[in-house]
């Protein structure tokens, strides 16, 4: 069983920043890789980002490569994504998700809300 928590969402104006994290509850974390989704009002869920067990390979949709950066610590079993240049379609509720599992894990949500 994989529980996913995120965290750090919140209101911030266009162009500014904003940190997520996902602590997760794990003890393979290590071997485990990661992705963030998002989910904007009226707007079907979709890949943001995602990163390798070793941190060696990410990942990023088109609509946020060069402004998101994916990382991990696995000291801490806790996944960042690091938002900058925030836009107002950046508005959305951003999920943490394991990847390859046999079963996907998924977190509550945190909701960013980017003011134009």
């Known amino acids: 069983q994989v529980q996913l928590v995120e965290s750090g969402g919140g209101l911030v104006q266009a162009g500014g920043s904003l940190r997520l994290s996902c602590a997760a509850s794990?003890?393979?974390?290590?071997?485990?890789?990661f992705a963030w989704y998002r989910q904007g009002p009226g707007s079907q869920r979709e890949f943001v980002a995602s990163?390798?067990?070793?941190?060696?390979?990410?990942n990023y949709a088109d609509s946020v490569q060069g402004r998101f950066t994916i990382s991990r610590d696995n000291a801490k079993n806790t996944i960042y994504l690091q938002m900058n240049s925030l836009k107002p379609e950046d508005t959305a509720v951003y999920y943490c998700?394991?990847?390859?599992?046999?079963?996907?894990?998924w977190g509550q949500g945190t909701q960013v809300t980017v003011s134009s």
């Open positions: 998700r394991t990847l390859g599992l046999g079963t996907s894990y």
């Open positions: 794990v003890r393979t974390f290590r071997l485990i890789r």
């Open positions: 990163i390798s067990d070793d941190s060696y390979t990410t």
